[in-house]
């Protein structure tokens, strides 16, 4: 489907022996709120971490918008790699003959308390430093670009798809296991999901420039309107870790909306939440998406999913079994089996 | 409930806490006046310097959670460097100002060289790295006599001098306010860094790298960034180092033990506050450099104390007062005299 937010295509997922998630496709529309279900084990959060780029999926992609979030082969790759192999070659050239360039640019020509010349200094120091013969010169700079580049180009090639990048194209998450950030107020954490949506370098964030401070006021207030948004304003200047569990959950909600995303991904938001905590998620969940983002939850209490899911996927050992929406997996034979087992028959 | 906070909502430059302490800083040479005999304005210059140093350890090990235990060879590369940069025996000759500036760009480098093919190292191999830098450092030194002199150290080097103005007849106390200037504003660099968007980075990749990448956070980048202040702030240092001693010494004094010692005044003092890094410093170096000597002279006058009785030397104890200082430390207050770590960021 090409007007599909997310698209899982023909994902695998192998550890070692292990396949934990076998060819799923699935289509999350724009707009829409679709659960993936199943029983524990059956590879639900394994696919999350696949979208998200947690993992590299064995075989198989995942679409986001139509394309492949992963850092682009640009110039900047280009430009990154000839500036690598070019600065190391000429360190290790440096390095290995540091000595005799030291003696001849500058110890050889300097005069005490006479004027020293510089320009004469830059001619001998390169004409030594490319005068070094084979061993002195072409081979240590021939290793150098080598390693320089070579170096520079792995990473890039191994970092392709990682969260950060997933998480760049709009794609926020919260996880099963909560992982805020303990020791920092809620604010703060929220203000932290914020991240790609903010500007200061490292120069306006050392000298405190205007610019800084007042994207940081901004931003603050930002973060207090979407604490107000899950219920956790007045709580605003505590430690994370030392909020209650139900208010965690929301607050992880809280600062994975925070970057804006095309769609957020929740991985059992209502785990461990009473009955009141989950009808007041499920109000939650419905605003998110009244707010123009898209909803992905895994979740176990049906209460939940069947309520609020325009679209159910229903997961089983790595398989994906059914689809459909809430009136059609309730009656799903396939489905009932595997939450209920099968009935013996006579 | 949150704890004690460093600071509201609002930006300001230093916490009360900060000023307090480089106010009590600044009182030393007022000690001078009313004991003339005792000298502290000199020793108490290496305070200034060790706080330095630790402010610099801490962004690394405090703010980021890498362990660097090679922190003392950035140490070196600042001294070194202002020693090149302003020594009469080489043709640069700078001055103190630009000597201290550069020491720190070029620390910042030389942070930067290390980091950017080693941070993706986790844990306790990034530590190792750190070591065997530093030790490669000190050998490399060593082994260059033709631009380091080897252990003679490159001296005689220019003491600090008070921009713009010609003041004749230098005193300890305009070189100890001097330091103190630097280290000032040191302490506001550290704080606008704590309280923008990159010390919000450091902080979440500190406390859950996997979740700050997924919120687009580049953790290489930085941690690259950190390693580079860090280095940049060690150097700077150095430098201030170098000009206390007029030399840089020989390479052996920015060994592994310095490394540690900066170590210690990060964990003492309160890892991760910028006032508990000052008041480490004042108390470690302050115990080290300043009391002990002074102790040492008072009961050498009053004849308690010779060179030829080992036991009666209070400098023969200082290991001994350290390891037990720091084994109570870990027992009764483990998060330092300062309790930062567990204030909540706001």
Redesign the interface.
Known sequence: MSGSLISVQGVTMRFGGLTAVKDVSLDVARGSITAVIGPNGAGKTTLFNAI?G?YEPTEGQVLVSGRDPQRQFSGRVIGGVIAAGVGTAL?VAVTVR??TL??AA??D??Q?QQP?PWLK?VGVFLAALFGGGLWGTWIPLFLGAVLGAA?RFV?WSR?RR???VV??AGV??T?QNI???????L??NV???M??R?A?G?A?????LPS??R??ASA?ADALELLEFVGLADKA???AG?LPYGHQRRLEIA?ALA?RPEVILLDEPAAGMNPTETVDLMRLIRAIRERGTTVVLIEHHMRVVMGISDRIHVLQYGEKIAEGTPTEIKSDPKCIEAYLGKEELG | MSRTGTSGARFSPMTRGQLAVLGLLALTPLLDLVFPSLQLSGPMRTVIVYAILALGLNIVVGWTGLLNLGIAAFMAIGAYAFAILTSEVYPFQVGFWWGIVLAGVIGALAGWLLGAPTLRLRGDYLAIVTLGFGEIVQDGLKNLPAITKGTEGINPLPEPMLPLVEVSGETPARWFFIYLAVLALVVFLCRNLEFSRMGRQWFAVREDELAARCMAIEPDKAKLKAFAAGAALAALSGALYASHLSSTGEPSNYDFQISILALCIVIVGGIASITGVLVGAIVVVGFSNVLLPVVTQAMQRAGLSSTGNVLASPDNYKYLIFGLALVLMMRYRPDGIVHARKAVRK
């Open positions: 998200t947690v360190f540091v000595e030291w003696q500058i110890i020509l300097y005490f020293f200094s170096g990473i970092t990682t969260p950060d998480a760049g926020a998450r996880f992982r805020l950030f303990p020791e920092l107020s604010v703060e203000v932290v999901g991240d790609r903010l200061t490292f306006a964030a050392v000298f405190a800084a401070l994207e940081r603050r200047e505590d430690a030392n600062r970057s």
